[in-house]
């Protein structure tokens, strides 16, 4: 149990299909993240969320939409996807530290995408 | 931000000391140096975190020296389930500065 829970673990989805991913946390934590990992390739940062605002969008394509309705619960609305975008998308949050600055990430266990 | 770079791939037999080296020559006055390990299929785990000199815990040991430039995690006695990628991270991790960007990581893997 890692403290952040992703769901689904695994998504097929057709290149028309619109879906969503899902991550909890239940940390306490005000900063969440969205990253994705393709085969053999090093985690890619997507989206920032500090306090609900977003506060990095690393050149994402708008098929890819986020939401963060509170500090807790952060979603990945997908929508008209490319195979190419099959990957594990990893969540994780981070807290803020005494000294008022940023904890290390937790990470969830991964949504297994594959997109066809 | 400051730029990692680290060995690719490593081998190491059961019961022997890892230690894996990760270089930031651009490391900035406000920036710690965080490790992290993944196994397949799952989200990556803090191991360790430093900003200068030595730091201990119940898993590893992060050597940093002066000039911060350059750092290394040193597992000590693995064994066959500490294969996994090891990331090192260097970044402020001050308020707002929480963009953590991964590098390619040590893909590290213990023989019997």
């Known amino acids: 149990e890692t403290g952040v829970t992703q769901t689904p673990r695994h998504l097929v989805m057709g290149m028309t299909n619109k879906k969503s991913l899902k991550c909890e946390q239940h940390?306490?934590?005000?900063?969440m993240y969205w990253y994705k990992q393709s085969a053999k390739k090093p985690l890619e940062l997507m989206f920032v969320?500090?306090?609900?605002?977003?506060?990095e969008n690393n050149s994402v394509p708008s098929r890819f939409s986020p939401e963060c309705p509170n500090s807790s619960h952060l979603f990945l609305h997908l929508h008209t996807l490319q195979p190419e975008d099959s990957a594990l998308y990893l969540c994780?949050?981070?807290?803020?530290?005494?000294?008022?600055?940023?904890?290390?990430?937790?990470f969830g266990n991964g949504t297994r995408l594959t997109v066809t | 931000l400051a730029k990692t770079t680290q060995p690719i791939s490593m081998d190491s037999y059961e019961g022997q000391e890892v230690n894996i080296t990760c270089s930031h020559n651009?490391?900035?006055?406000?920036?710690?140096i965080t490790w992290y390990q993944q196994f397949p299929s799952q989200g990556p785990r803090f191991i360790i975190q430093?900003?200068?000199t030595k730091v201990t815990n119940e898993v590893a040991s992060l050597f940093i020296p002066a000039d911060r430039k350059s750092s290394t995690l040193s597992l000590p006695r693995v064994s066959l389930s500490d294969t996994a990628v090891y990331y090192c991270?260097?970044?402020?991790?001050?308020?707002?500065?929480?963009?953590?960007?991964f590098g390619t990581g040590t893909s590290l893997t213990v023989i019997p």
């Open positions: 994780a949050s981070s807290g803020t530290t005494l000294r008022g600055g940023n904890s290390p990430l937790h």
């Open positions: 940390l306490g934590h005000n900063a």
């Open positions: 969320y500090n306090f609900k605002e977003q506060t």
């Open positions: 651009n490391i900035a006055t406000n920036d710690y």
């Open positions: 430093g900003y200068k």
């Open positions: 991270l260097v970044g402020d991790l001050g308020v707002g500065g929480n963009q953590f960007y």
